[in-house]
């Protein structure tokens, strides 16, 4: 039995009956089909290898060569020195490729494997080599239609295996095997510049450089993911930011219309000790103007009392000024806007608006101020409101007392971090048991109350970043706190 025979050479031989093996049909124009396609516009085929006798398998190729390929010029570097052939390689002329079938020797009396003898011709070749031989692959040649010899063995074996078992090799003739395929060395196409696309239809690529996404898949494949969940992830943060923002937005437009309303109320509640603080100064101003136009009528006018009754109506038209202001600035309707602000001013307009209201009440009310200016950032008015919210509920829980009724407000700073209010009185004080209750919304002691004052209170207070408490004094009476972040 044969592993292998070139199809010519077995035809030439006759073997007899008993011996059996496989057969390989190698074709010249079958090398220049891949060389066509490794080069558009081929003109010329030059032919590397050693002498035509001492081939084995390409020995017919000679009288192929010497039948001419149309279309083509056929160069034959075939049998000569190494160094011949490496010069010559070297200077090839355009539009042509090389196509080798083996050296076995520089000439000289050295011998090596055929190739060994690729990677001398490979390294001076300024043309692609077009091989006929799978070994001839990683040694420079760029492919073709190549015999490979696994396939040739593995035809063989089975052929040794059927014979073993006890079959006649007469029964097992020799046949062509289908042992050339169409392979090509990836590297060597990346140095030629030859497209994949070009390739004769079924061919196979060998040593193809992996690309990133193929060498790293998996990695590839996590990072995405990684990716796309980072991508999604943020995506809803910044979606559930704007979503927070918006109801925000909204929370404070609706504290404001609240707040606006409790500043109604509030109002309502002061209507009568506001109707009477400016009725001090209208009737003192209608006043003066009586006495000056009785001055006036006179037939010797005394002109300097006149200049201090006109003195007199514009101090009690700024006093009624002020009056109004206040009462505007409590019941406009503004958005919640934060900027910086003097504390102690803040309380102090708050008490000035409230004394009328405390004399009416009979309640005495003091302010202790810092004597440190209070920065903070915060919304004037609305912090004016819980101030009078405060106040306005100790008026309240003393309303039963028959004396005594006292209000003693205070700012001071904190270490260097808040600022405190304090509103304390001198009233029954708060249940133990309804301490915590106080600010939650709608809860009330008062028989006509709405339970939101102090609810609305608390609410401005953390809009502020601040913190609003109460507790029972120890000498009796009740004391809120309000602590707010000093501006930096």
């Known amino acids: 039995m044969f592993s292998l025979v070139e199809e010519a050479d077995f035809k030439r031989l006759q073997p007899p009956a008993y011996v059996t093996g496989g057969i390989v ?26 002498d035509w006798d001492r081939q084995v398998l390409f020995r017919n190729w000679k009288d192929q060569a010497a039948a001419g390929i149309p279309g083509l010029d056929i160069i034959e570097i075939i049998g000569r020195p190494m160094p011949e052939i490496v010069e010559r390689v070297a200077a090839l002329p355009d539009h042509s ?11 000289k009396g050295n011998y090596y494997p055929p190739s060994d003898a690729l990677t001398f011709v490979a390294a001076r070749a300024n043309r692609p080599i077009v091989v006929a031989a799978e070994t001839f692959l990683g040694a420079g040649g760029i492919g073709g239609f190549v015999i490979v010899p696994s396939l040739i063995g593995a035809e063989a074996a089975g052929r040794a295996l059927r014979i073993l078992d006890g079959e006649a090799p007469e029964g097992l003739p020799p046949s062509v095997i ?26 196979e690529i060998r040593f193809r450089e992996p690309s990133f996404l193929e060498k ?34 909204e929370a404070r437009s609706r504290l404001s ?28 101003i209608l006043t003066n103007a009586e006495s000056a136009e009785l001055i006036l009528a006179s037939p010797t006018p005394d002109l300097q009392e006149v200049r201090e009754i006109i003195s ?33 001013q803040t ?25 440190q200016t209070l920065r903070v950032k915060g919304d004037p008015v609305q912090l004016q409101q819980v101030i009078l919210n405060l106040v306005v509920n ?56 709405m339970g939101i004052g102090l609810s609305i209170a608390r609410t401005i207070v953390l809009a502020h970043s601040g913190k609003l408490w109460a507790e029972n004094q120890s000498g009796g009476g009740a004391v809120f706190h309000l602590s707010l972040p000093l501006a930096a």
Do not use: C
């Open 312 to 344: 007199d109506i514009k101090r009690d038209d700024l006093r009624a000024s002020e009056v109004i202001r206040r009462m505007r600035s409590l019941l406009k309707r503004a958005p919640f806007e934060k900027k910086e602000i003097d504390l102690n």
């Open 394 to 449: 100790s008026m309240d829980a003393m309303a039963k007392m028959p004396y005594g009724r006292t209000i003693i407000g205070r700012t001071e700073v904190n270490g260097d971090a808040s600022a405190v209010i304090s509103i304390s009185d001198s009233g029954p004080g708060i249940p133990q048991d309804r301490l915590n209750d106080i600010f939650d919304p709608f809860f009330t002691t008062k028989e006509q109350g």
């Open 257 to 284: 219309e609240l707040a606006h309303i409790n500043r109604q109320a509030t109002a309502g509640e002061l209507s009568s000790s506001i109707a009477h603080e400016l009725n001090q100064p209208l009737g003192s």
């Open 97 to 107: 490729a090389i196509i080798y079938t083996g050296l076995y020797s520089d000439g």
């Open 216 to 249: 790293y898949r998996w990695r590839a494949v996590a990072l995405a993911v990684a990716l796309l969940v980072q991508t999604a992830l943020i995506a809803f943060l910044l979606h559930e930011r704007h979503m927070r923002r918006s109801a925000e937005v």
């Open 178 to 203: 289908d042992a050339v395929k169409p392979i090509f060395n990836w590297r060597q196409m990346q140095h030629w510049d030859v497209s994949e696309a070009s390739l004769p239809k079924g061919s």
């Open 25 to 50: 049909n190698l074709k010249l124009k079958d090398a220049v089909t891949a060389a066509r396609a490794m080069m558009p516009g081929l003109k010329t085929v030059v032919l590397v290898g050693a």
């Open 347 to 371: 309380m102090r307009e708050a008490f000035d608006f409230l004394k009328l209201q405390a004399s009416a009440r009979n309640v005495a009310i003091y302010l202790q101020t810092s004597p």
